[in-house]
T-cell receptor
């Protein structure tokens, strides 16, 4: 079966750093995606990790440990516009489908 | 820019009606996907297609069917809508050489 866990909600202050964790237990793992979704909008791609380690892209970084079934998304210098839901998704080989976690709602306050 | 469009942003239908949700992509995506998104449950895969006239069941296909007669268009069909199908429906496309999925804006369907 597939099991993907991430916290339901997190709060942080503008200018701070926040880390959103994602743990997974799944078969056919072929990589891990992070998407951002603002209220009422479509999810948009943030990052994709296939190999272990840290991928940095501006204020956002994503980390993967395949042996531990663990990933995190790190957001630095938080801005109000970063208030959104962050979705962790496992990419499966074969039919190339994604299985999503339930999402983490991040609220950034002044 | 990649473009995935959905025919309606909001739709209200009655129980028992046949409902068509249309999705069109303009980037020659081979794979297309239909999800529904519900509070507390996240995004769940209903059906997907990896080529014209091909379809595969996702995690929650019951009560739904799909049609892909042309590469750019993927339709989700609710044969007889029920109130538990009230949800946000999201379509996505993916090109074979890339792993990222691009999402449409979503259709919020209410079944009364």
């Amino acid at each position: 079966g597939q099991n993907i866990d991430q916290p339901t909600e997190m709060t942080a202050t503008e200018g701070a750093i926040v880390q959103i964790n994602c743990t997974y237990q799944t078969s056919g793992f072929n990589g891990l995606f992070w998407y951002q979704q603002h209220a009422g909008e479509a999810p948009t791609f943030l990052s994709y990790n296939v190999l272990d380690g840290l991928e940095e892209k501006g204020r956002f970084s994503s980390f993967l440990s395949r042996s531990k079934g663990y990933s995190y998304l790190l957001l630095k210098e938080l801005q109000m516009k970063d208030s959104a839901s962050y979705l962790c998704a496992v990419y499966h080989s074969g039919y190339s489908t994604l299985t999503f976690g339930k999402g983490t709602m991040l609220l950034v306050s002044p | 820019d990649v473009k995935v469009t959905q025919s309606s942003r909001y739709l209200v239908k009655r129980t028992g009606e046949k409902v068509f949700l249309e999705c069109v992509q303009d980037m020659d995506h081979e794979n297309m996907f239909w999800y529904r998104q519900d509070p507390g449950l996240g995004l769940r895969l209903i059906y997907f297609s990896y080529d014209v006239k091909m379809k595969e069941k996702g995690d929650i296909p019951e009560g739904y069917s799909v049609s892909r007669e042309k590469k750019e268009r993927f339709s989700l069909i609710l044969e007889s809508a029920s109130t538990n199908q009230t949800s946000m429906y999201l379509c996505a496309g993916r090109k074979g050489s890339h792993n990222e999925q691009f999402f449409g804006p979503g259709t919020r369907l209410t079944v009364l």
